[in-house]
């Protein structure tokens, strides 16, 4: 990529560096999200996703005002004559999620396209990346890399072969120079003519970063003050209000530092008994009951000290941006030792 330097541009192209002075000022940051290919977007967990609608092209790049975060592109669609945008639009709605509206854009590229997080704090994160297919034939193949983690990635195939169905992978990497490089690229395969000439490269609809809650950020605690949660729950507002647990209240966290952990929804009940407009398929619903049970076969075999959590039920399993099932509310929890292979306890829990 050849691009001519003036004072304001190789200012720029230094924040895309591990070793410049973008990234060793101390850091600001400790999450960020972007809404690939489009405008900002707010998810139901209140996750702002930053526009990224700039003009990115074959060999370009965009940096962000406050320097949190930047994407550029090599690569040019050198098979087609028509249709050179490097964005896609879906004027489906995404299954398979909460959000349909974060799968609107995906951002494209026939090469190389990457994402950087900027003035990271230091720690463990977790990154999400989400990622649709659109009503393409199976012999259309989206691929991307990361490193060596996942090579031939393929979301028509991830998604069970269904069309326009929501696709989200985690992972959780270590940032140690306050820089983060998400990088994704053509791995060489495609299609030829359909559904047009030249159909190929890495698509994106959205990403969101953040820290791991226990103990990821140095020198960050995980007790907060009764101002803080005050604060942050909005003084108590009962329209923040996610359930009753075997402790009292459960709110939802609104400011800007939320944390993973409590970026969790209490869907699964109000879904089961028509209380919201989620639709949840068969095949969503079986992951679900099957994930859940897993947690609990944990907690039963494998947690140390075992725990028999007493009071399992539908508002006690929450639900993540990609539909995962979280086990909750273990105020009435009871704890019993690894040698024993039988535990009784007074009835409890929820009639």
Same mark, same amino acid.
């Given at each position: 990529?050849?691009?001519?330097?003036?004072?304001?541009?190789?200012?720029?192209?230094?924040?895309?560096?591990?070793?410049?002075?973008?990234?060793?000022?101390?850091?600001?940051?400790?999450?960020?999200?972007?809404?690939?290919?489009?405008? $900002?977007?707010?998810?139901?967990?209140?996750?702002?996703?930053?526009?990224?609608?700039?003009?990115?092209?074959?060999?370009?790049?965009?940096?962000?005002?406050?320097?949190?975060?930047?994407?550029?592109?090599?690569?040019?669609?050198? $098979?087609? *004559?028509?249709?050179?945008?490097?964005?896609?639009?879906?004027?489906?709605?995404?299954?398979?999620?909460?959000?349909?509206?974060?799968?609107?854009?995906?951002?494209?590229?026939?090469?190389?396209?990457?994402?950087?997080?900027?003035?990271?704090?230091?720690?463990?994160?977790?990154?999400?990346?989400?990622?649709?297919?659109?009503?393409?034939?199976?012999?259309?193949?989206?691929?991307?890399?990361?490193?060596?983690?996942?090579?031939?990635?393929?979301?028509?195939? $991830?998604?069970?072969?269904?069309?326009?169905?929501?696709?989200?992978?985690?992972?959780?990497?270590?940032?140690?120079?306050?820089?983060?490089?998400?990088?994704?690229?053509?791995?060489?395969?495609?299609?030829?003519?359909?559904?047009?000439?030249?159909?190929?490269?890495?698509?994106?609809?959205?990403?969101?970063?953040?820290?791991?809650?226990?103990?990821?950020?140095?020198?960050?605690?995980?007790?907060? *003050?009764?101002?803080?949660?005050?604060?942050?729950?909005?003084?108590?507002?009962?329209?923040?209000?996610?359930?009753?647990?075997?402790?009292?209240?459960?709110?939802?966290?609104?400011?800007?530092?939320?944390?993973?952990?409590?970026?969790?929804?209490?869907?699964?009940?109000?879904?089961?008994?028509?209380?919201?407009?989620?639709?949840?398929?068969?095949?969503?619903?079986?992951?679900?009951?099957?994930?859940?049970?897993?947690?609990?076969?944990?907690?039963?075999?494998?947690?140390?000290?075992?725990?028999?959590?007493?009071?399992?039920?539908?508002?006690?399993?929450?639900?993540?941006?990609?539909?995962?099932?979280?086990?909750?509310?273990?105020?009435?929890?009871?704890?019993?030792?690894?040698?024993?292979?039988?535990? *009784?306890?007074?009835?409890?829990?929820?009639?």
């Amino acid at each position: 990529m050849f691009l001519s330097c003036n004072s304001a541009l190789a200012s720029e192209l230094n924040c895309l560096q591990r070793q410049f002075r973008c990234n060793s000022d101390p850091p600001r940051y400790s999450s960020f999200a972007i809404k690939c290919g489009g405008p $900002e977007k707010t998810s139901r967990d209140g996750t702002v996703y930053e526009s990224e609608n700039s003009n990115v092209g074959p060999a370009s790049y965009y940096v962000t005002d406050t320097r949190r975060w930047a994407v550029s592109n090599v690569g040019l669609f050198a $098979e087609r *004559s028509v249709n050179l945008s490097y964005v896609e639009t879906n004027m489906e709605q995404a299954t398979g999620t909460i959000d349909p509206e974060l799968f609107q854009t995906a951002r494209l590229s026939p090469g190389s396209l990457r994402y950087y997080g900027l003035g990271l704090e230091n720690g463990i994160y977790n990154v999400n990346l989400q990622f649709v297919e659109t009503g393409f034939p199976p012999a259309s193949s989206r691929t991307w890399q990361r490193g060596l983690r996942v090579k031939d990635f393929d979301i028509r195939r $991830e998604a069970g072969g269904s069309v326009n169905r929501a696709v989200q992978r985690l992972y959780k990497v270590r940032v140690s120079e306050n820089f983060l490089e998400i990088h994704l690229f053509w791995a060489g395969k495609g299609t030829y003519t359909i559904p047009v000439r030249g159909y190929y490269g890495p698509s994106i609809s959205a990403i969101s970063v953040t820290p791991e809650l226990l103990g990821a950020i140095d020198n960050k605690p995980n007790i907060f *003050s009764y101002a803080e949660l005050r604060t942050a729950t909005e003084d108590f507002s009962p329209t923040n209000k996610l359930g009753e647990g075997g402790f009292g209240p459960v709110f939802k966290r609104t400011d800007s530092l939320f944390m993973n952990i409590l970026k969790i929804k209490a869907l699964l009940d109000q879904a089961l008994f028509g209380k919201t407009v989620l639709h949840l398929d068969w095949p969503t619903r079986y992951n679900i009951c099957l994930q859940a049970a897993q947690g609990l076969a944990y907690l039963h075999e494998e947690s140390k000290p075992r725990i028999v959590h007493r009071d399992v039920k539908a508002s006690n399993i929450l639900l993540d941006i990609a539909l995962n099932p979280k086990i909750s509310d273990f105020g009435l929890a009871k704890l019993y030792d690894d040698k024993k292979t039988h535990i *009784s306890t007074r009835v409890a829990g929820t009639m």
